[in-house]
T-cell receptor
Framework: KQEVTQIPAALSVPEGENLVLNCSFT??????LQWFRQDPGKGLTSLLL?????REQTSGRLNASLDKSSGRSTLYIAASQPGDSATYLC???????????????FGTGTQLKVEL | NAGVTQTPKFQVLKTGQSMTLQCAQD?????MSWYRQDPGMGLRLIHY???????DQGEVPNGYNVSRSTTEDFPLRLLSAAPSQTSVYFC?????????????FGPGTRLTVL
C-alpha cells in the first residue's frame, strides 16, 4: 500500500527566505506527483504536476523536483512571502494501465507560515 | 464555470441522523470522487465514479453511500452518522478517469457529529 509522508509537519520562516518542503512515498510505481496548496476553509489548488519521466517542474517562484527511484519529491519556494502561508500537500497517482480511476494518495501536509 | 461546488459548507449532526452532502460540477467531467480530511492523516478516498451510473469504493467507504445519476452531480450520503465521521469532506472531479488528468477540488464541507 502506498504511503506518502511529508516532513516537516509545520514550518515558520521569515519573509524573503528560500525554503524546501519534502515529500516521500514508499512505492515508486507512480504515474505522476502533484503538489497542492490549501488555504484555511478553502479547497485544494493545484500548484505543479510532475510526470514520472520528468525530473522537475517550475512555475514562477516554485520549483518541484522528483526522484522516483528514491521515492522523494521536493517543493522549493524562492523568496517566500506572507501570502505563501498555507498548507502544502503532495499527492501521487499510481501507474495504472486500466481505467480504474484517477485516484490520488495524499501526504499529511506541511503547514507553512511566512512571517513579516 | 462555477467549477466544483459543495453544499452545505458547515453541518452539525447528532449521532444516528442521516444527511446528504451535495457535490456538483459544470465542466462535463467524467470522473468524480469524495475524500475526507482528518488531522494528521491527509485526504483519504471514500468513493469515486468513472461516469454516470458507475460508482466504486475507495479506501474508506464504510458508512457512506453514493450514486451518480447524472454527469453533473455526485452526492455523498451518511445513513446513520457517527462521531468518527466528523471530518472535512472534499469533492473532486477530472475530465476523464485517466491518471493523466488534473483534478479540481471543491471548497469542502466541514461536518461535526455529536
Amino acid at each position: 500500500k502506498q504511503e506518502v509522508t511529508q516532513i516537516p509537519a509545520a514550518l515558520s520562516v521569515p519573509e524573503g527566505e528560500n525554503l524546501v518542503l519534502n515529500c516521500s512515498f514508499t512505492d515508486s510505481a507512480i504515474y505522476n506527483l502533484q503538489w497542492f496548496r490549501q488555504d484555511p476553509g478553502k479547497g485544494l489548488t493545484s500548484l505543479l504536476l510532475i510526470q514520472s519521466s520528468q525530473r522537475e517542474q517550475t512555475s514562477g517562484r516554485l520549483n518541484a523536483s522528483l526522484d522516483k527511484s528514491s521515492g522523494r519529491s521536493t517543493l522549493y519556494i524562492a523568496a517566500s512571502q506572507p501570502g505563501d502561508s498555507a498548507t502544502y500537500l503532495c499527492a501521487v497517482r499510481p501507474f495504472i494501465l486500466t481505467g480504474g480511476g484517477n485516484k490520488l494518495t495524499f501526504g499529511t501536509g506541511t503547514q507553512l507560515k511566512v512571517e513579516l | 464555470n462555477a467549477g466544483v461546488t459543495q453544499t452545505p459548507k458547515f453541518q452539525v449532526l447528532k449521532t444516528g441522523q442521516s444527511m446528504t452532502l451535495q457535490c456538483a460540477q459544470d465542466m462535463n467531467h467524467e470522473y468524480m470522487s469524495w475524500y475526507r480530511q482528518d488531522p494528521g492523516m491527509g485526504l483519504r478516498l471514500i468513493h469515486y465514479s468513472v461516469g454516470a451510473g458507475i460508482t466504486d469504493q475507495g479506501e474508506v467507504p464504510n458508512g457512506y453511500n453514493v450514486s451518480r445519476s447524472t454527469t453533473e452531480d455526485f452526492p455523498l450520503r451518511l445513513l446513520s452518522a457517527a462521531p468518527s465521521q466528523t471530518s472535512v469532506y472534499f469533492c473532486a472531479s477530472s475530465r476523464t478517469r485517466w491518471v493523466t488528468d488534473t483534478q479540481y477540488f471543491g471548497p469542502g464541507t466541514r461536518l461535526t457529529v455529536l
